[in-house]
């Protein structure tokens, strides 16, 4: 069965488990200029900084309209917001078949141990998807215009650190990540974790359909070796041609000028960590984290559905910590 395609993450259907059971879910759960470390640079603060947001610490429900079309999103703010802090913003994009609240509750991301210094946003895709799949019901140029316009309403609103926007996702929402870091709109951004990303858009060598505004880019990948639906050795998916995941790596380590790569194992040699040396010296700017024995579905050490619907349990390590660390490190020049 081809893989990678509109039903690579579909633990949210009434099939596999009803929704009194996600209630329940959600109820208990709810350096150089070109790469500097996220410490060294002053916040930049947006036009949002002064309002007043009362509904803090909890998710809201947002509106846009883009390309004419109607779009819409979730925030959730820390707890204690500082309407005079500029705040650094994650952007996390759900995989196919799904929406931003079960991305937002399958990594837990919105709880303060993972974010209580960050807002995150969750931004909904067009018929449950992202662009860039043959089965997307937009074109990428679309999307990409949406998160323009996502970021334009968020400087607006919130108090924003305009140097430390990020991007992360899963699936199809990990693809779209790729996307946006191979596209002038990627500039917007500090820096990028994609998660078991179908990359449908980035499957052509370096250049082929990616031209990163800046090297280096951070951008840190994190994939299942036994994944059945985003294979790790590449092939057709049923959303169009995926790269293998190694080769996909090389072309980001040229495109990031990385130097040389170091491999750390653990976890009984089930868990493999590549960091690379790039562009002027950056360390860490690329990143790799490969987990032999797992599946399609959002690395953690505590079960979430991702990991039921390919019938696994907890993995080794905790994806939302290893993302948000990794974005603590970079600030956009």
Same mark, same amino acid.
């Given at each position: ?168 996702? *899963? =699936?199809?929402?990990? +693809?779209?990540?790729?996307?946006? !870091?191979?596209?002038? &709109?990627? #500039?917007? $951004?500090?820096? /990028? ?114 990991? *039921? =619907?390919?019938?696994? +349990?907890?993995?080794?390590?905790? !994806?939302?910590?290893? &993302?948000? #660390?990794? $974005?603590?490190? /970079?600030?956009?020049?």
């Amino acid at each position: 069965m081809p893989s990678g395609g509109p039903r690579t993450f579909p633990w949210h259907r009434a099939t596999m488990h009803p929704l009194s059971y996600i209630a329940g879910f959600i109820a208990a759960s709810v350096t150089p200029a070109l790469a500097a470390p996220a410490a060294t640079l002053q916040a930049r603060a947006t036009a949002g900084c002064g309002k007043t947001h009362l509904l803090r610490g909890i998710t809201t429900y947002h509106g846009l309209t883009s390309s004419g079309r109607d779009r819409s999103y979730s925030v959730h703010l820390p707890g204690d917001y500082d309407k005079s802090r500029p705040y650094p913003v994650v952007l996390g994009f759900h995989g196919s078949s799904s929406i931003g609240l079960f991305f937002e509750v399958d990594t837990k991301m919105s709880e303060s141990r993972f974010s209580a210094n960050k807002i995150m946003v969750y931004p909904n895709g067009v018929g449950g998807a992202w662009a860039g799949a043959n089965y997307s019901e937009l074109s990428v140029d679309e999307d990409l215009q949406f998160v323009t316009d996502l970021l334009t309403e968020l400087r607006d609103e919130y108090c924003v650190d305009d140097s430390r926007i990020y991007a992360t996702g *899963i =699936s199809n929402g990990g +693809g779209f990540v790729n996307a946006i !870091a191979c596209s002038p &709109v990627g #500039d917007e $951004f500090a820096a /990028f974790a994609p998660a078991s990303g179908a990359y449908y858009t980035d499957n052509a060598g370096v250049t082929g359909g990616c031209s990163p505004t800046r090297s280096p880019l951070p951008v840190l990948e994190i994939h299942g070796g036994s994944d059945a639906s985003v294979l790790y050795d590449g092939g057709v998916g049923e959303g169009g041609m995926e790269p293998a995941i190694p080769t996909w790596l090389g072309w980001w380590a040229e495109r990031n000028a990385c130097t040389s790569s170091k491999v750390e194992d653990s976890f009984g040699g089930d868990v493999h960590h590549t960091m690379w040396t790039c562009a002027d010296g950056v360390e860490g700017a690329l990143q790799h984290w490969k987990i032999d024995d797992m599946g399609h579905c959002w690395a953690s050490t505590e079960i979430n559905f991702s990991q *039921i =619907s390919v019938l696994e +349990g907890p993995t080794h390590i905790q !994806a939302s910590q290893i &993302v948000m #660390d990794f $974005f603590d490190k /970079f600030t956009k020049p």
